[in-house]
């Protein structure tokens, strides 16, 4: 985008944060985003939060990784909550299976695993018993859906935060991606 400058050029004034001021043209200010690396110009997410001191962009740069931490904190609890319903099905589907199978002789069944075994004229009883699927009941998606819509309305908030284009805010949110990935990705991996 080609901006063509007048004569009569019009400036803006820019408070650049803990430096001064500086002069940019008017035509410009939309290539040029004074916002970048520390020059603020009007409110942060809304009109009444300005930054107008060294303290407080120090503060918001924070709150931002934290923001980001929380946001791979989020998604790591919805991991485990998903876990958490799966083994309390394996769980009551092994107290349900045990006693059939205990009546019927066979003694097969293990509580935690998935050593289920069908009855046995099938073929595949153990991939059966692997290929085994569970669908949560109301009251369990609904906290699962309530998770998902906290954690949709934290990374939109976080993409926000992006099309500020203030390049330290960016690097805030690479940073607090990157701890909170370190921090709450670390699981055991599992292999067949």
């Known amino acids: 985008m080609m901006c063509h400058i007048p004569p009569h050029l019009s400036l803006t004034l820019v408070r ?24 603020t110009t ?12 060294d303290g407080m962009f120090a503060g918001s740069c924070v709150g931002v990784i934290l923001l980001v931490i929380s946001l791979e904190f ?30 019927a002789g066979d003694k097969s ?7 289920i075994t069908p009855p046995s004229g099938s073929s595949n009883s153990n991939a059966h018993a692997r290929n085994m699927s569970f669908r949560p009941n109301i009251l369990q998606q609904m906290i699962r859906a309530t998770l998902h819509m ?4 934290v990374a939109y908030f976080i993409m926000l935060l992006a099309m500020y284009y203030n390049g330290y805010f960016i690097i805030c949110i690479f940073i607090g991606a990157w701890i909170g990935a370190f921090a709450f990705s670390w699981e055991q991996i599992t292999f067949v």
């Open 109 to 115: 069944a293990s509580v935690y695993g998935t050593e």
């Open 150 to 153: 906290v954690q949709f309305a």
């Open 42 to 53: 009007s409110g942060f997410i809304s009109s009444s939060w300005h930054i107008t001191s």
């Open 74 to 103: 989020l998604r790591r609890l919805g991991k485990e909550y998903d876990r958490y319903i799966l083994r309390q099905h394996k769980t009551s589907l092994a107290a349900q299976c045990i006693p059939a199978l205990a009546s």
């Open 16 to 39: 650049c944060c803990g430096t001064g001021t500086l002069l940019i043209p008017v035509c410009l200010r939309r290539i040029v985003d004074p916002s970048l690396f520390g020059l």
